[in-house]
C-alpha cells in the first residue's frame, strides 16, 4: 500500500462504507468500473442466473431505447460507452467517458444502477435475449462443474439454466437488487485525469449514496475439488478435452501474481513464450489451447480446453501437452523464458492504457489483493524461483482430465 502512490494510485472509503479506487494518468478519457459483491455464489437453485439477468436489465441492452427517461441514452448521446458483465462472487458495470463529460456521465451512470427501472417489456425482451444466448456448449461447461463441484453454487452457470430464467420474475429481480445493492458491497474504480475530491463529490451527488445500508450475507462455504469425478462427457459434438487445475487460494496476492504470469504468458498467447505456440507448431494446429482461470473465496481454479478435427489429433495435442508439463514441472519454466518473461511484463506494465489499468485494478478487486497490489506492480516480485515453485505446486499435484466422448 505504501509504494502505490508511485503508480498514481489512491484508496478511500466513505462513512457508508463505499469503497473508491482512483488511478490517476493524462488521458482523454476517464475510464470507471462500479463492481458489486453479488453474483451466482450467493444464488440458491431456485435463483439461478438473477445476478446476471439484473445486470441485463440495468446494462446497456436495458436502457438504450427510451431516449426520453433513459439515463444511459444521454450518456451515449454525450460519447459514453457501457458495458456489464458477471461473474461467480462480483457484477461489473463499466463506463468509458471523455473526460469533458464524465462527471455528469459518472453521476447518471450511478443513479441508473442505483434505481432499478424497467418495464414488463424490457423484462420479457431481456428474458428472450438471455435464452436464445444459451447453448448446448453451455450445458456441456455445466456438466464438468457439477461433477467438480457437486451441490454447490460453483457447479452453477453464471447465465442460469433456461428452466431459471422462465421462472424468472420482476417482483424476483427488485428483491435481489434491493437485497445486494447498497454501498457497503459496492466498490468505485476509476482511471483519468481527475482528482479523488471529484470523484467523491460526484459518488455523494448520486442516488447511489442515499441508498441504506442492508444486511451482510455470507458467501458459501469453501469447497475442494472432486478429485474422483469420471471424466468422460457424452452428448456434445467436437473433439476437446478439458484439464482443470488448482489455483492459488483467493488474496493470496503473491502466489496469485506469479501464478497469472505464467497463465498469461506461458499459456495464454501465441509469443514465442507461449505453450500455445510449441504445441501449435507440433501439432500443425493454430492456437489449440484455450484457457481460463476462477478465482473465488470459495475455491479457485485453471481451466485448459484442447481442441481439435479429429479424436487422432486430439489425442496426440494432449500427450505433447502433458510431456510440456511434466518438463515444466521438473526443470522449472528456464532460463531463457524467464528472462523474455520479465521483459515483456516490465513493458507491459509500462505501457499498460487507462482501459489496461481498469481491467488489473478490476482484477485486484475480484481476486482480493487490491491492499497487497505493489506485487503486480513492482517487477521485484517476478522471481525464477517463485516461478517454478509456484509451477510445481500447482501443475505437478492432483488436476482433473474431462474428454469427449
Not at 300 to 313: D, T
Request: net charge neutral; with cysteine.
Amino acid at each position: 500500500m505504501k509504494r502505490l502512490g508511485q503508480y498514481g494510485i489512491e484508496m478511500a472509503q466513505l462513512d457508508n462504507g463505499l469503497k473508491i479506487v482512483l488511478k490517476r494518468m493524462p488521458c482523454p478519457r476517464v475510464y470507471i468500473s462500479f463492481l458489486i459483491e453479488c453474483g451466482p455464489l450467493y444464488e440458491s437453485k431456485d435463483e439461478q442466473g438473477v445476478s446476471h439477468f439484473l445486470e441485463h436489465l440495468i446494462g446497456e441492452e436495458g436502457r438504450v431505447r427510451n431516449r426520453n427517461s433513459r439515463l444511459f441514452y444521454k450518456i451515449n448521446r454525450d460519447g459514453g460507452d457501457i458495458d456489464a458483465s458477471a461473474d461467480y462472487q462480483f457484477t461489473f458495470y463499466k463506463l468509458h467517458m471523455h473526460r469533458r463529460f464524465w462527471f455528469r456521465g459518472f453521476r447518471m451512470f450511478l443513479d441508473s444502477i442505483a434505481k432499478l427501472d424497467f418495464s414488463q417489456n424490457d423484462f420479457s425482451t431481456e428474458q428472450s435475449r438471455i435464452l436464445a444466448e444459451m447453448k448446448d456448449e453451455c450445458s456441456r461447461e455445466m456438466v464438468v462443474k457439477q461433477r467438480i463441484f457437486p451441490d454447490h453454487p460453483l457447479s452453477r452457470l453464471i447465465e442460469g439454466t433456461k428452466q431459471s430464467i422462465l421462472a424468472m420474475t420482476p417482483a424476483a429481480i427488485h428483491s435481489w437488487h434491493r437485497k445486494f445493492y447498497f454501498p457497503g458491497r459496492m466498490i468505485v474504480i476509476v482511471v483519468g485525469n481527475v482528482s479523488m475530491r471529484m470523484v467523491v463529490r460526484a459518488i455523494k451527488s448520486s442516488q447511489v449514496f442515499a441508498i441504506e445500508n442492508g444486511k451482510d450475507v455470507p458467501l458459501p462455504p469453501e469447497r475442494d475439488f472432486n478429485w474422483d469425478a469420471r471424466g468422460d462427457i457424452s452428448g456434445f459434438s467436437g473433439n476437446w478435452q478439458k484439464v482443470v487445475y488448482p489455483m492459488p487460494p483467493f488474496g493470496d496476492a503473491q502466489e496469485l501474481f506469479l501464478f497469472f504470469l505464467i497463465s498469461n504468458y506461458i499459456f495464454d498467447d501465441i509469443s514465442a513464450l507461449s505453450l500455445n505456440r510449441e504445441v501449435a507448431f507440433e501439432t500443425g494446429i493454430y492456437s489449440p489451447l484455450c484457457t481460463e482461470f476462477t478465482i473465488t473465496s470459495c475455491c479457485s481454479f485453471f481451466e485448459i480446453a484442447l481442441g481439435a478435427p479429429s479424436q487422432k489429433v486430439l489425442v496426440k495435442t494432449g500427450q505433447k501437452f502433458f510431456r510440456w508439463i511434466e518438463r515444466m514441472v521438473e526443470n522449472g519454466i528456464g532460463k531463457d523464458r524467464f528472462r523474455r518473461l520479465y521483459l515483456q511484463r516490465v513493458a507491459d506494465i509500462e505501457s499498460l492504457s487507462g482501459a489496461d489499468w481498469l481491467e488489473l485494478l478490476n482484477n485486484a478487486v475480484c481476486w482480493g489483493v487490491i491492499g497487497n497490489l505493489e506485487v503486480f506492480l513492482d517487477p521485484a516480485y517476478i522471481d525464477k524461483k517463485g516461478l517454478d515453485m509456484v509451477a510445481g505446486k500447482y501443475f505437478g499435484g492432483n488436476y482433473l482430465v474431462f474428454c469427449s466422448q
